[in-house]
Nanobody, 123 residues
């Protein structure tokens, strides 16, 4: 089992920044692929970013590329999502997820999920 706890969400004006954190416990963190997903009201959950076990490779959704950065600290069992130049369309509940397999953009491939942290961007 893996437990994931997100933090760092909040209300920010358009153009601002937030950093989300996700603390993991229960398994060797350095063996987990980590991802961030988001879900806006009335919409399906969508991929945001993922990072491989070592942190040497990351992937991003086109909608956030160049604005968001995913990183991890295996010594602290934590993955981060730095979000810059935020837009109102980034408003969503952001979820941290862990995969025991390959780095992937599909939510179905992730085995463990956090409860989510709300990000609201005002215009």
């Amino acid at each position: 089992q893996v437990q994931l706890v997100e933090s760092g969400g909040g209300l920010v004006q358009a153009g601002g920044s937030l950093r989300l954190s996700c603390a993991a416990s229960g398994r060797t963190f350095s063996r987990l692929v980590m991802g961030w997903f988001r879900q806006a009201p009335g919409k399906e959950r969508e991929f945001v970013a993922a990072i491989n076990e070592s942190g040497g490779r990351a992937s991003y959704a086109d909608s956030v590329k160049g604005r968001f950065t995913i990183s991890r600290d295996n010594a602290k069992n934590t993955v981060y999502l730095q979000m810059n130049s935020l837009k109102p369309e980034d408003t969503a509940l952001y979820y941290c997820a862990a995969s025991l397999g390959l780095t992937t953009v599909s939510a179905n491939d992730y085995n463990y999920w956090g409860q989510g942290t709300q990000v609201t961007v005002s215009s």
